[in-house]
């Protein structure tokens, strides 16, 4: 009885530590997806960490043990659950757009240099990678915006010299009146300068079609150029002059004036950049004519006061008189002569000294030259904004002569000019054809797919269909429009193109050309089936139904030569194409079934037919071959008995005189006849 007391206690004990064992794993189990649930999506919600937090403090409960267990499942369910939907909220934000992708491969990385791979070097190479990873973030590419936007603001520094530097040094009144504003922003453009210089050091280049965002190499190729001797001409400290001449001397920062290069520069990008590149270069050339008048207004005054304020009637008056005392009418007063002297209008104070004469002339030489780079540039903007216009106007007006000569009705003439006149105010005169043809053949593509991606997207044949078929239909397509009132087709027509919907309605009418069947929008696609030529169709290549526009109709056309030849690589595609036309005849009752399995018989046997006349022309081969072969076996046989037999007779002969020679060609008969025999 003590024995099996003990028995049953031991094994009442042995399952108390199993039972706690397993509500511990338990517990441990809940925890850890509880946790790992927090750690992955941040969200979680405070009933959920109540409800894990009530699940722990229960557990040495033994009378709640069976429902412990299903609540931590479920929580355990609940956690997975939400994390599984964050998941794929996040792969929803950061899916790109399937369509386009097709044709973009995965992005190129850079192969790194070749470096041995031993096993001594391994830590080496990890300092090197996570070294070259630092620096490549330092590292700018000139067609980045980041470089873009730094060049606009050494731009606006570099126009700061050019534009105040001069004045100050020319108006005293200027450079006294505001000293303390023009040290702060003459050494904020310095620094401006010095972080230029470390912008320059960090520039990528392409080498061999690869940016190059090796820091020492760009170091060195960065030092060996001219522009970085003049980059550190510019920022020399001459400023340190001033301890001996005073503030007052802007003459000594001159040197700043060298960085004009990147002031080019920055227009150029700009002028690459904008959407509107003529109003851009008429602006930039309005500003060198305005900073060139700016500067001669300037030497005027600098020049008036060496030979005198006032002294003569062609110098700047006196600044004794009020009405010219003020800072403000002086420098008016110079811009206007200086515009005045260059624009070569004249109606200044004539010169009365040498030294005038002289300054007079360069000024209006400079002043030709201005003006007639005003005159060429300006007229060569203005053509070119036009140019499209003037281009679109002479088609009209030619086709407005050819009508009037051929006496074409009114009312066509005016439908014919309204038709042009949508084409023009939907900006759609351009020839896209002509305007993308220097591009390379993916690049094309690729901008036609993302500026007509909302039309392709709806066409359900573009959707499955390979990416080379895609570039290839897309580079084939082109563009249409249709005014109202205007059939696209007409049932029964022979069809040579098919036409997919870009903008506008169309409608399917019937024979009275009033009713409506259907309507067509943007996205669909029509008269594939009649360019496909499908096997049983009663219409053959004919048109299937009458299509009309409602209003204008921007279309792409795709004809039967460019299809064809598109689908002659990719069959899976035309089966696809073909089997939808089956089913738009079937549907329609325009499809011969009968018709359709005769063809395929027909088909069967003139393969059998086929199969019968390779194996009949086999045979004949392999019996010819093994004629030709014993022949030539043959051939060579009675060849050798031939060449023994002469060795033979000239052999036993010996040496033959010469009438021996000629008895024995005048006896060749003989010879010959028994040659023949033998033969």
Same mark, same amino acid.
């Given at each position: 009885m003590t024995g099996q007391a003990l028995g049953e206690s031991g094994e009442l004990t042995s399952?108390?530590?199993?039972?706690? /064992?397993?509500?511990?794993?338990?517990?441990?189990?809940?925890?850890?997806?509880?946790?790992?649930?927090?750690?992955?999506?941040?969200?979680?919600?405070?009933?959920?960490?109540?409800?894990?937090?009530?699940?722990?403090?229960?557990?040495?409960?033994?009378?709640?043990?069976?429902?412990?267990?299903?609540?931590?499942?479920?929580?355990?369910?609940?956690v997975t659950l939400r994390e599984w939907a964050h998941k794929s909220l996040v792969e929803d934000e950061e899916r790109p757009d399937s369509f386009l992708e097709r044709f973009r491969?995965?992005?190129?990385?850079?192969?790194?240099?070749?470096?041995?791979?031993?096993?001594?070097?391994?830590?080496?190479?990890?300092?090197?990678?996570?070294?070259?990873?630092?620096?490549?973030?330092?590292?700018?590419?000139?067609?980045?915006?980041?470089?873009?936007?730094?060049?606009?603001?050494i731009a606006m520094a570099i126009l700061y010299n050019w534009c105040l530097l001069v004045v100050r040094a020319c108006f005293d009144e200027l450079q006294t009146r505001g000293a303390v504003v023009w040290l702060v922003l003459d050494?904020?453009?310095?620094?401006?300068?010095?972080?230029?210089?470390?912008?320059?050091?960090?520039?990528?280049?392409?080498?061999q079609g690869l940016l190059v965002k090796d820091v020492s190499k760009l170091r060195e190729t960065y030092l060996r150029t001219l522009q970085c001797k003049l980059d550190i001409a510019?920022?020399?400290?001459?400023?340190?002059?001033?301890?001996?001449?005073?503030?007052?001397? %802007?003459?000594?920062?001159?040197?700043?004036?060298?960085r004009f290069t990147r002031l080019f520069e920055c227009f150029e990008r700009t002028e690459t950049r904008t959407g509107y590149p003529n109003a851009f270069r008429i602006c930039k050339l309005v500003l060198y004519i305005l900073v060139i008048i700016h500067w001669n207004a300037c030497v005027y005054y600098s020049f008036s006061k060496v030979l005198g304020l006032g002294s003569d009637s062609w110098v700047y008056p006196n600044a004794s008189q009020p009405e010219f005392s003020s800072l403000t009418r002086?420098?008016?007063?110079?811009?206007?002569?200086? /515009?005045? /002297?260059?624009?070569?209008?004249?109606?200044? %104070?004539?010169?009365?000294?040498?030294?005038?004469?002289?300054?007079?002339?360069?000024?209006?030489?400079?002043?030709?030259?201005?003006?007639a780079s005003i005159v060429g540039n300006v007229g060569a903007m203005i053509s070119n904004m036009n140019a499209t216009r003037a281009a679109f106007q002479s088609r009209v007006d030619a086709l407005k002569h050819y009508m009037h000569f051929r006496h074409v009705s009114k009312e066509l003439e005016q439908r014919v000019i309204h038709w042009f006149d949508y084409l023009w105010t939907n900006q759609k005169a351009v020839d896209e054809q002509e305007v993308l043809k220097s591009l390379p053949n993916k690049l094309r593509a690729e901008i036609a797919i993302n500026v007509h991606l909302e039309t392709l997207k709806k066409v359900r044949i573009f959707q499955d269909c390979e990416a080379g078929l895609l570039v290839e239909l897309v580079l084939k397509l082109r563009p249409q429009v249709f005014s109202p009132g205007d059939y696209i087709c007409r049932k029964g027509d022979v069809g040579k193109e098919m036409y997919i919907i870009k903008d506008g309605r169309l409608a399917v009418v019937g024979e009275d050309g009033v009713s409506q069947l259907a309507v067509l929008t943007s996205g669909s696609c029509f008269g594939e089936i009649s360019i496909l030529n499908i096997s049983g169709s009663k219409m053959g290549n004919r048109r299937t139904a009458n299509i009309r526009s409602l209003g204008y109709s921007n279309l792409f056309c795709l004809s039967k030569h460019d299809l064809m030849e598109a689908l002659l690589e990719f069959p899976h595609a035309r089966l696809?194409?073909?089997?939808?036309?089956?089913?738009?005849?079937?549907?329609?009752?325009?499809?011969?079934?009968?018709?359709?399995?005769?063809?395929?018989?027909?088909?069967?046997?003139?393969?059998?037919?086929l199969e019968a006349c390779l194996d009949r022309l086999q045979t004949r081969l392999a019996r010819l071959q093994s004629e030709y072969a014993a022949t030539q076996q043959r051939l060579k046989q009675r060849i050798t008995a031939l060449e023994h037999g002469v060795t033979m007779g000239v052999t036993g002969s010996g040496f033959l005189s010469d009438t021996d020679c000629n008895e024995s060609i005048a006896g060749g008969d003989g010879a010959d006849s028994e040659v023949n025999i033998q033969l």
């Open positions: 399952h108390r530590l199993s039972v706690k /064992t397993w509500t511990e794993e338990e517990s441990e189990r809940a925890d850890s997806i509880l946790s790992r649930g927090l750690s992955m999506c941040d969200d979680t919600s405070s009933e959920l960490q109540r409800m894990a937090a009530n699940e722990r403090r229960g557990l040495n409960s033994q009378n709640s043990f069976r429902g412990r267990g299903a609540m931590s499942r479920l929580v355990s369910m609940v491969g995965p992005e190129i990385q850079v192969p790194p240099s070749r470096i041995s791979h031993t096993q001594h070097d391994s830590t080496d190479m990890d300092r090197q990678a996570r070294h070259t990873r630092k620096s490549d973030v330092l590292v700018m590419s000139p067609s980045d915006d980041a470089y873009y936007y730094w060049l606009i603001v050494y904020l453009c310095d620094g401006i300068y010095i972080l230029d210089m470390a912008v320059r050091l960090r520039t990528g280049f392409l080498e510019s920022i020399l400290p001459t400023d340190l002059l001033y301890l001996s001449l005073g503030i007052h001397t %802007p003459l000594l920062r001159f040197n700043r004036l060298l002086g420098y008016v007063y110079c811009l206007y002569w200086s /515009t005045l /002297t260059l624009t070569t209008i004249g109606e200044t %104070p004539p010169p009365v000294r040498d030294e005038e004469y002289l300054f007079l002339v360069f000024d209006f030489l400079v002043g030709v030259l201005i003006f696809q194409l073909e089997q939808r036309g089956r089913d738009i005849l079937q549907k329609e009752g325009l499809l011969e079934e009968e018709g359709v399995a005769a063809v395929g018989e027909a088909q069967d046997e003139k393969i059998e037919r």
